[in-house]
């Protein structure tokens, strides 16, 4: 069965401070895919980023970037010069593409940036 | 707008009623997924449809909660003689049904059984 562990359960940061969520996944399977999402204090999940198994080229959009490395079975996000609107709870759940394919969550990291 | 809808935003009800929590998701999706989030938790899959089959419904709790989508597009979990355990938010996202296109979650339905 597939597993994500988000072990950072909430972290708390200055306006302005680099900060990198970790996101850490177990599965068998050879082909499946990772997502973020923003959970912001409304409630909505809000898509961020999906990445392919079979793609380790990492990407930066702005202030976000994000690091897979299927060696240590990764999939980290960093925020760059964070921002209040930055605070949320972030969530990496996991996708197979076959047998399960209901995507699994982790508890989510709550960050909040202080001003 | 074209996101997902979920009414009613907030429901509170007393332990032993009936609730229908009602999702409608982005047009022309066929995959729909309810999961129920409790305080500081993740989402916990609840079940999935593709189009109007219930595909997978392993994470319902109980034979108190009932899902459908008779038509291939709204879907309305239902859940009978709530209990205080009930209480969390519902999410109900829609995918267009492929394996590697995100969901897109509606605001959810926050109950609260009393």
């Known amino acids: 069965a597939q597993k994500v562990t988000q072990a950072q359960t909430e972290i708390s940061v200055v306006e302005k401070e680099d900060v990198t969520l970790d996101c850490v996944y177990e599965?068998?399977?050879?082909?499946?895919?990772l997502f973020w999402y923003k959970q912001p204090p409304s409630g909505e999940l809000v898509f961020l980023i999906r990445?392919?198994?079979?793609?380790?080229q990492n990407e930066i959009s702005g202030r976000y970037s994000w690091n897979f490395q299927k060696s240590t079975s990764s999939f980290n996000f960093t925020i760059t010069a964070s921002q209040v609107v930055d605070s949320a709870v972030y969530f990496c759940?996991?996708?197979?593409?076959?047998?399960?394919?209901?995507?699994?969550f982790g508890r989510g990291t709550s960050l909040i940036v202080h001003p | 707008g074209a996101g997902v809808s979920q009414s009613p935003r907030y429901k509170v009800a007393k332990r032993g009623q009936d609730v229908a929590l009602r999702c409608d998701p982005i047009?022309?999706?066929?995959?729909l997924f309810w999961y129920q989030q409790a305080l500081g938790q993740g989402p916990e899959f609840l079940t999935y449809?593709?189009?109007?089959?219930?595909?997978?419904k392993s994470g319902l709790p109980s034979d108190r909660f009932f899902a459908e989508r008779p038509e291939g597009s709204v879907s309305t979990l239902k859940i009978q003689r709530t209990q205080q355990e009930d209480s969390a938010v519902y999410l109900c996202?829609?995918?267009?049904?492929?394996?590697?296109?995100?969901?897109?979650f509606g605001n959810g339905t926050r109950l609260t059984v009393t």
């Open positions: 996202a829609s995918s267009s049904g492929q394996y590697n296109s995100p969901l897109h």
């Open positions: 599965t068998r399977d050879t082909t499946y895919y």
């Open positions: 990445r392919n198994s079979f793609d380790e």
């Open positions: 759940p996991l996708r197979l593409s076959g047998g399960s394919y209901i995507p699994t």
């Open positions: 047009s022309g999706h066929v995959s």
């Open positions: 449809f593709q189009n109007e089959a219930q595909l997978d």
